[in-house]
């Protein structure tokens, strides 16, 4: 069983940047493919970056050139950096295995809300 516990959000002018961090429990971490999602107010929980165990990623279109995943095997982390971030970024984010099965398994933590606003 994994354990995900996510920080790092806040509140943040448009245009400015935020770090999210996610820390997991279990020595199986560094085999999975991870993901950050995010869930706005009534919306679905959509993915927007992804990032696999050998540190290929993807990203959602309208985080491309704005957003950064990245992981730390050695000490079961993965990262999001936001940049640029917009009014339409607010939402609580989470991170999770990049596969519905696994993330289904494994459960959703509690999630670090990012709300941008001026």
């Known amino acids: 069983q994994v354990e995900l516990v996510e920080s790092g959000g806040g509140l943040v002018q448009p245009g400015g940047s935020l770090r999210l961090s996610c820390a997991a429990s279990?020595?199986?971490?560094?085999?999975?493919?991870m993901a950050w999602y995010r869930q706005a107010p009534g919306k679905q929980r959509e993915l927007v970056a992804a990032?696999?165990?050998?540190?290929?990623?993807h990203y959602e279109n309208s985080v491309k050139g704005r957003f950064t995943i990245s992981r730390d095997n050695a000490k079961n982390m993965v990262y999001l950096q936001m940049n640029s971030l917009k009014p339409e970024d607010t939402a609580v984010y989470y991170c999770?295995?990049?596969?519905?099965?696994?993330?289904?398994?494994w459960g959703w933590g509690q999630g670090t809300q990012v709300t941008v606003s001026s």
């Open positions: 999770n295995a990049d596969n519905p099965s696994t993330s289904t398994m």
């Open positions: 279990g020595s199986i971490f560094s085999r999975y493919a």
């Open positions: 990032i696999t165990s050998g540190g290929s990623t």
